[in-house]
């Protein structure tokens, strides 16, 4: 037997001692976890998986309420139930995958401690269940944004629409790479929750989720487009709807942003997984 | 690693803190951190001590080195809190070690807890499919032994009804099944089996020695049922306190775990294992052994003969040593004493012979335990300054004197009654 398929389990993990390879060969489990959840979310509910269209719908209607009829924010013209919905699918795309990876010491912590696989399985298959969530509400988005066009409101999908794909996995890395640090984090200090959920409460409320950047004093929209989320929902607005705007040059500081907060997430992730059994 | 060996741990120890872990709160390691920056004192730690939890550290592994051939089928024992369990942790990566490292060949397939993973929502099949694949094989494997896992689990009947409806029996059966048609080279089982029926848990046993001597898989096994220990390992391996005692053939290992009457040492090499924390340790009991002897068998009216060998870690004044003997219920019997028997310096290391009268014990096995102490002055009360677990001993009566002795009764004889005739 050759020593190269000798696993060695030491004291030290190196800092970037990723092992893809092993991710790679649980891709069926990733899989699986998804058609878990898939069955078990709406399980023993009336309605099924038909919530999962209901629910951006009820809170879009809410946010149609609140923001556009009683605080009466302008829209950019955009007929205002198309404009918060496609901000509140987006918005809940990007929070359901940070949730997933945030909680994942902590909601797996039993299984963690029985048996070993990658652990990144977790919060892989939560990107792909939100993605498959997602897609369903982009149909119906799809499906409104037509009707809306048809009729003849004022709405301008582009060419740009083509991008979706790299929004979304740009969307979901960023999710996920937050997520991941604060998992790691919310190991040892568990009143990190409270704070997180109310930040991200804040968070979206500095996302132009419900309202448009136009609505933004001039002087400060750059800092506002900092905010690594925000370009993402311009752009995907822009490609959509045909208002808002959209600036290579946030959408790349975005991906840098991005880029640096996955990479980060990992390492941390990696760093922790390896002993939280012992201090969850 | 040689050829042969599948499984080699190095020094491998795992530590764990006692107590909480840090503060909890972030609140409260930002206090601490803040004050120790401004070199003031941590207003969150413990009077008297100088770091978080100091000392409160508890070796669950100590340092332990095994090495285990392909094909073996061992058996891990020792009492609750030994460290099997840990052991196991290490070894299918649920946790690291804290020093040294393990090496292993191949796929570890451990089960730790019966049908982890396990959904109640989804059905017997589908729940094959996901413990199947978190113990890391593909669809592809699974597919191709689906036939083979449902029929040994023997709930076919079942296969597609959630798991939630299971009865716990069926629930193991379920999880086992899975679990034995891994391909891995090495299974690695915590106590699993002891939910399934009598039946069950034999079959079980005849498929993991199966795996182990047809197809050449490696089996740890750690158990507290001596019984399945015995039909399923060729080989045992007694951890105490995070140490390995023993490794080799299984009965032997079972005495040594059972720690009864039949073990017949004569001598102890200690080795910092068997000792009870005491409050000083100013003497260091290295061994302990009856001298002339090869067992622990004692006759009639022999005398113990007890050689101890200690090291002093501190100035010795009037040093004492208590022997407390007591039966194979633990319930106590005597204590042999001997008082400000020795004095001496730091350092020094100690070897001396002491002669028990132990005729008045009656037949029976017993177990004993060192105690040495002093005490600075007449009025000052008794400290213990190492306490260790002491030899055991058996006392036989012979043939001719046996009848003499059936008028013992409990664990010590006394003198016949006399009759008082002074009046």
Same mark, same amino acid.
């Given at each position: ?30 899989? *699986?976890?998804?058609? +878990?959840?898939?069955?078990? !979310? =709406? ?5 099924? $998986? /038909?919530?999962?269209? %209901? ?50 010491? *902590?909601?797996?912590? +039993?299984?963690?401690?029985? !048996? =070993? ?5 977790? $919060? /892989?298959?939560?990107? %792909? ?50 997520? *991941? ?100 | ?423």
């Amino acid at each position: 037997m050759q020593n190269s398929d000798v696993t060695v389990v030491s004291a030290k993990r190196g800092l970037f001692s990723l092992n893809l390879k092993e991710l790679w060969k649980y891709r069926d489990l990733v899989i *699986l976890f998804v058609k +878990r959840d898939l069955k078990n !979310v =709406y399980k023993q509910t009336v309605l099924g $998986p /038909l919530w999962i269209v %209901i629910n951006p719908f009820l809170s879009t209607f809410v946010f149609t309420v609140i923001f556009g009829i009683i605080a009466n924010i302008s829209t950019d013209g955009i007929p205002q139930f198309l404009f918060y919905m496609s901000g509140n699918i987006l918005w809940s795309y990007f929070s359901n995958c940070f949730n997933r990876a945030s909680s994942t010491f *902590l909601s797996n912590a +039993r299984i963690f401690g029985k !048996v =070993y696989f990658p652990r990144l399985v977790m $919060p /892989l298959s939560g990107i %792909i269940y939100n993605s498959i969530t997602f897609l369903v509400q982009f149909v119906m988005f799809s499906i409104l944004v037509a009707v809306y066009a048809f009729t003849g409101a004022n709405v301008h999908p582009n060419l740009l629409v083509l991008a979706l794909p790299v929004l979304l996995i740009h969307i979901a890395f960023l999710g996920t790479g937050t997520g *991941l640090i604060i998992s790691s984090l919310t190991t040892k200090y568990r009143d990190l929750n409270v704070l997180v959920s109310f930040g991200l409460t804040l968070w979206m409320y500095l996302t132009p989720v419900v309202y448009p950047v136009s609505q933004i004093p001039e002087s400060f929209r750059w800092i506002m487009l900092l905010n690594p989320v925000a370009p993402i929902v311009e752009t995907f607005r822009f490609a959509f709807l045909g208002s808002g705007s959209f600036e290579w040059i946030y959408l790349l500081i975005s991906a840098v942003v991005t880029a640096v907060i996955l990479i980060l997430g990992m390492i941390v992730f990696n760093q922790v997984e390896k002993n939280f059994i012992d201090t969850v | 690693m040689r050829e042969n060996c599948v499984i080699k741990t190095e020094n491998l120890t795992k530590e764990y803190k006692l107590g909480v872990i840090g503060s909890g709160t972030l609140r409260h390691d930002l206090q601490s951190w803040y004050a120790r920056k401004r070199g003031k004192d941590d207003p969150n730690l413990k009077i008297g001590s100088n770091h978080y939890s100091a000392g409160d550290r508890f070796l669950a592994l100590d340092s332990l080195d095994i090495e285990i051939d392909r094909g073996e089928r061992v058996g891990i024992i020792g009492a609750n809190g030994a460290g099997k369990s840990t052991f196991l942790k290490l070894l299918s990566r649920v946790t690291s070690p804290t020093d040294g490292e393990i090496r292993f060949r191949g796929r570890i397939a451990s089960m730790l807890e019966v049908g982890t993973g396990f959904h109640g929502e989804l059905t017997g099949r589908e729940n094959i499919y996901l413990n199947g694949a978190i113990l890391g094989m593909s669809k592809a494997e699974i597919t191709e032994k689906i036939d083979k896992i449902i029929e040994f689990s023997e709930c076919e009947k079942f296969i597609d009804t959630p798991v939630k409806r299971y009865s716990s029996g069926m629930f193991v059966k379920l999880a086992f099944a899975v679990a034995a048609h891994l391909d891995a080279e090495i299974l690695i089982m915590d106590e699993v089996l002891a939910v399934g029926d009598m039946q069950f848990q034999k079959k079980c046993i005849t498929k993991m020695r199966e795996l182990a001597l047809n197809e050449n898989r490696t089996v740890l096994y750690v158990s507290h049922n001596m019984n399945t220990i015995r039909e399923l390992c060729n080989r045992c391996i007694v951890l105490d306190h995070g140490k390995k005692i023993f490794d080799g053939d299984v009965e032997n290992a079972i005495k040594i775990y059972l720690g009864g009457e039949l073990d017949d040492f004569a001598f102890y090499d200690y080795n910092g294992c068997h000792k009870e924390p005491c409050k000083r340790n100013d003497v260091e009991l290295l061994r302990a052994g009856y001298y002339g002897k090869t067992d622990n068998l004692f006759y009639n009216e022999e005398f113990m003969p007890l050689e101890l060998e200690w090291q002093n870690n501190n100035d010795i004044h009037n040093l004492c040593l208590r022997v407390e003997v007591s039966d194979y219920r633990r319930f106590p019997v005597t204590a042999f004493v001997i008082e400000d028997f020795y004095s001496g310096k730091k350092g020094e290391k100690v070897s001396m012979r002491f002669k028990l009268n132990i005729s008045r014990i009656a037949k029976g096995g017993y177990y004993t335990r060192y105690v040495f102490y002093n005490r600075k002055s007449d009025t000052l009360p008794f400290e213990s300054v190492e306490i260790a677990k002491g030899l055991r001993f058996r006392k036989r009566m012979s043939e001719q004197n046996e009848n003499r002795w059936q008028k013992a009764w409990g664990s010590v004889i006394m003198d016949e009654i006399e009759l008082d005739d002074t009046n």
